[in-house]
């Protein structure tokens, strides 16, 4: 069964840095196409984030050069480092197939305030 489970956010200052974990169980994981998605209070979730089975990444543009999708096929684990976060950035964050046909875990919280 394939289930999806992140973890990592938290509260922190504007300019801070999280570190995201999603790990993934089933045989699916290092096949795929993984992304990173996010869902700001009121908004629609929007993919901020993909990598490829063979480490190619692509961003959003309001994330270019802050945040860094990474993944470990043998850990089937996720990874999205946020550097110099935005007020803009908060939201709940999930991981999910670049298509987002797969079961949607519970995300994890991010937000940027002071």
């Known amino acids: 069964q394939v289930q999806l489970v992140e973890s990592g956010g938290g509260l922190v200052q504007p300019g801070g840095s999280l570190r995201l974990s999603c790990v993934a169980s089933?045989?699916?994981?290092?096949?795929?196409?993984m992304g990173w998605f996010r869902q700001a209070p009121g908004k629609q979730r929007e993919l901020v984030a993909t990598i490829t089975s063979d480490g190619t990444t692509t961003y959003t543009d309001s994330v270019k050069g802050r945040f860094t999708v990474s993944r470990d096929n043998a850990k089937n684990t996720l990874y999205l480092q946020m550097d110099s976060l935005k007020p803009e950035d908060t939201g709940v964050y999930y991981c999910?197939?670049?298509?987002?046909?797969?079961?949607w875990g519970q995300g994890t919280q991010v937000t940027v305030s002071s």
């Open positions: 089933g045989n699916f994981f290092s096949i795929r196409t």
């Open positions: 999910n197939s670049r298509s987002g046909l797969l079961p």
